[in-house]
């Protein structure tokens, strides 16, 4: 494949085709500016793709003659079920291109090597009560980070794989994992995702994170998308930056292209303009 698209048919169609294989995108967003829609948009679209064309060619159009849908479309939560995932996809798009997606998207739900050490009541996360026999084996369960990794060397070669989200692992920092961890984890997915050839979203909320700890994983990902709210006049706007994208960020530059304005409409998440240098 030349290339995975995003699902974002506008802005696929301006980077022709979508990103290339074996990248690491990390999503950064102001809350409800549109990294989230961001997301449940890219993934329904390629889980549709192969799962109802014809639904697909309505909201989405015609794939760039470079891009290819990836085989699988897997979504990674540390705090949600899947039951969780689909009803926030339907808070975006419409409802029919959820249910028609729905068989096509693998939901995994870290809840319990996440919330495994903390004073979080099972119940709240599994749906029962702790026994005796659960605290005994508790220290032969993989750490969340561990987990991650082991599904994403079974999962992620060729496909899409969303990751929601790293903030969640900033706030679960402990004894037991620190921000190193975190750090060198986006490091590692950007050198292990050229071998896996396919795509990964990875979405971090700007407004929990330090300066510092923003640029590193900046510096780990191939390329960030930043979504922002800009206030002019009567109402604000969302919009998206591209601040580095390897491979991509020349044909933005080439079409003087400084920013996107985005939309949330039944479709889910797509750019409405752009503006350009003058």
Known sequence: MDCIPFGVSRFDRIVDGGAPPGTVVLLVGEPGAGAREFMYTSATMNALAHGDEELFELHYGDLHEAASPPPEVHYLSFTADESNVRREMS???????????????????????????????????????????????????????????????ANAAENLVVIDSITDLVSAISDEMAWNDIAMLIRGLGKA????????????????????????????????????????????????????????LSQIERENIVRFETEIHEGGFDVSDVRKIR
């Open 91 to 153: 808070y975006v798009l419409d409802d029919e291109l959820v249910e028609a997606a729905a068989d096509r998207i693998t939901v995994r739900d870290f809840s319990p090597e996440f919330f495994q050490l903390s004073p979080v009541p099972r119940e709240w996360y599994l749906g029962e009560t702790t026994t005796l026999r659960d605290l005994g084996g508790r220290e032969e369960r993989a750490d969340v980070l561990t987990a991650l990794g082991q599904y994403l060397n």
């Open 193 to 248: 995702a050229h071998r896996w050839n396919g795509l990964i979203l990875a979405y971090a909320s700007r407004e929990t994170l330090e300066p510092t700890e923003l640029g590193h994983l900046i510096d780990a990902a191939d390329g960030t998308l930043q979504f922002e709210w800009e206030s002019g006049g009567s109402k604000r706007a969302r919009t998206m930056v591209v601040q580095e994208f390897r491979g991509v």
